[in-house]
């Protein structure tokens, strides 16, 4: 299994309401990421998980909240969003140990709005 | 890695033609330089990369140059297609965290 799989692949919501998008995979990777995209631009790093602890918080808001239950598992927790937090999710994961980012793999998406 | 600078940020060439896009990094502990190619409404899609005791990489139409004295590497797409349009990134990672960084991307439209 070469894949990262992400759900939902769609998500409309309220701004009051609560959801969670989802990331897994089996490659052994042990290095994970969500990357937050806007159209017209490059993939933007919101958190990192390496061997399950989280490692880099771009200073994100905490109505953004992410956890690792698992070396195959990431999720990302959404309360209270914004309008403007509509965008394109990306989790991805790579090997890890060497810190050199080999097999970094990106999951389909999930396409978040937020009315 | 840290602040990737890419160009152009767009690329209109015929059918045929090669294309060369081109970014530099400041991070010179950077130790990877992967390239990806994004369709719309698709995920990057890793298309071929470069570890830094490498000078040239090729795949096919593909080929990736690294300059680690100059900081900058380059993606090189000959025979170009129709279906090669789509935006391209460049990325490096490395240095004293897990962080990959991207450019800010380049539309390449090849045109029939």
């Known amino acids: 299994d070469t894949e990262v799989t992400q759900t939902p692949k769609h998500l409309v919501m309220g701004m009051t309401n609560k959801k969670s998008l989802k990331c897994e995979q089996h490659m052994g990777h042990r290095a994970m990421y969500w990357y937050k995209q806007k159209a017209k631009k490059p993939p933007e790093l919101m958190f990192v998980?390496?061997?399950?602890?989280?490692?880099i918080n771009e200073s994100v808001p905490s109505r953004f909240s992410p956890e690792c239950p698992n070396s195959s598992l990431l999720n990302l927790h959404l309360h209270a969003l914004q309008p403007e937090d509509s965008a394109l999710y990306l989790c991805?994961?790579?090997?890890?140990?060497?810190?050199?980012?080999?097999?970094?793999?990106f999951g389909s998406g999930t396409r978040l709005t937020v009315v | 890695g840290e602040n990737v600078e890419q160009h152009p940020s767009t690329l209109s060439v015929q059918e045929g033609d090669s294309a060369v896009i081109k970014c530099t990094y400041s991070?010179?502990?950077?130790?990877?330089f992967p390239w990806y190619k994004q369709e719309l409404g698709k995920r990057p899609q890793l298309i071929i990369d470069?570890?830094?005791?490498?000078g040239e990489k090729k795949d096919q139409r593909i080929a990736v140059t690294l300059n680690k004295t100059a900081k900058h590497f380059s993606l090189h797409i000959t025979e170009t297609q129709p279906e090669d349009s789509a935006v391209y990134f460049c990325?490096?990672?490395?240095?004293?965290?897990?962080?990959?960084?991207f450019g800010k991307g380049t539309l390449l439209t090849v045109n029939p």
């Open positions: 998980y390496s061997y399950e602890k989280l490692s």
């Open positions: 991805a994961s790579s090997q890890e140990g060497t810190g050199v980012g080999y097999g970094y793999t």
């Open positions: 470069i570890r830094s005791n490498v």
């Open positions: 990325a490096n990672f490395g240095g004293s965290n897990y962080k990959l960084t």
């Open positions: 991070d010179s502990a950077s130790n990877y």
